[in-house]
């Protein structure tokens, strides 16, 4: 393979890489800290969502988005979960979260 050939595979990667976290992440805060690699903040963040959630301050639309996207930042960071995220993960996972993780896991 050339240069030229490595420089353009490279290159293609990053975009679908950009473009599959564009179009997976709606919540702006979970993506920086998601970029910023981050797992004890989106930790803290999770657990305030679901308090709020719990507390009736949360829609259960918003907090499925949240925590999906927290739980996808936080398997791809740190590579665990509890049994009970990985089946909320499973159960609410939305096509470009999934499209962002078969990109990812593609770029590892």
Same mark, same amino acid.
């Given at each position: 393979?050339? #240069? =030229?050939?490595?420089?353009?595979?490279? $290159?293609?990667?990053?975009?679908?890489?950009?473009?599959?976290?564009?179009k997976? !992440?709606?919540?702006? /805060?979970?993506?920086?800290? !998601?970029? +910023? *690699?981050?797992?004890?903040? +989106?930790?803290? $963040? #999770?657990? =305030?969502?679901? $308090?709020?959630? *719990?507390?009736?301050?949360?829609?259960?639309?918003?907090?499925?988005?949240?925590?999906?996207?927290? +739980?996808?930042? #936080? *398997?791809? #960071?740190?590579?665990?979960?509890?049994?009970?995220? $990985?089946?909320?993960?499973? /159960?609410?996972?939305?096509?470009?979260l999934?499209? !962002?993780?078969?990109?990812?896991?593609? /770029?590892?």
């Open positions: 393979m050339t #240069l =030229v050939q490595w420089c353009f595979i490279e $290159r293609y990667a990053q975009m679908a890489t950009q473009a599959a976290v564009s997976a !992440f709606k919540t702006p /805060d979970i993506l920086k800290m !998601f970029a +910023l *690699k981050q797992p004890t903040q +989106l930790r803290e $963040r #999770l657990e =305030v969502i679901r $308090r709020n959630h *719990k507390l009736g301050k949360v829609t259960a639309a918003a907090y499925k988005i949240e925590a999906v996207e927290i +739980l996808t930042s #936080l *398997k791809k #960071l740190v590579g665990e979960l509890s049994a009970e995220e $990985r089946s909320f993960l499973q /159960d609410h996972m939305t096509s470009g999934a499209a !962002f993780e078969k990109v990812a896991a593609e /770029d590892e």
